[in-house]
Nanobody, 124 residues
Framework: QVQLAESGGGLVQAGGSLRLSCAAS????????MGWFRQVQGKEREFVAA????????FYADSVKGRFTISRDNARNMMNLQMSSLKPEDTAVYYC?????????????????WGQGTQVTVSS
């Protein structure tokens, strides 16, 4: 049974930083491309960042480029999202996702497994 578990969310002031983690189990982690998405209630889930299986390539939404950094540790079955210079518009539930094709995608439809999400709230 594949499980993805996010952690690290919380309340932070604008300009601050948070580090999200995603712990994966039940899959051969290194075979999966991984991504982070976020969702505000009433809006569609949107792409944030993605990373290839070997971490050789990373991709970001324009809205977070230069502020967020995605990384992974295949030996520990972990993925992280370092978020800096946070803005109130970054407030959302953040989800990690796994794509078994191994190809990174900005489309949520390409991802096969999802975590339950972790809330990030940025106050102004």
């Amino acid at each position: 049974q594949v499980q993805l578990a996010e952690s690290g969310g919380g309340l932070v002031q604008a300009g601050g930083s948070l580090r999200l983690s995603c712990a994966a189990s039940g899959l051969t982690f290194g075979d999966y491309a991984m991504g982070w998405f976020r969702q505000v209630q009433g809006k569609e889930r949107e792409f944030v960042a993605a990373i290839t299986r070997s971490a050789g390539w990373t991709f970001y939404a324009d809205s977070v480029k230069g502020r967020f950094t995605i990384s992974r540790d295949n030996a520990r079955n972990m993925m992280n999202l370092q978020m800096s210079s946070l803005k109130p518009e970054d407030t959302a539930v953040y989800y990690c996702a796994a794509d078994r094709t191994g190809w990174v995608s900005r489309s949520r439809d390409e991802y096969d497994y999802w975590g339950q999400g972790t809330q990030v709230t940025v106050s102004s």
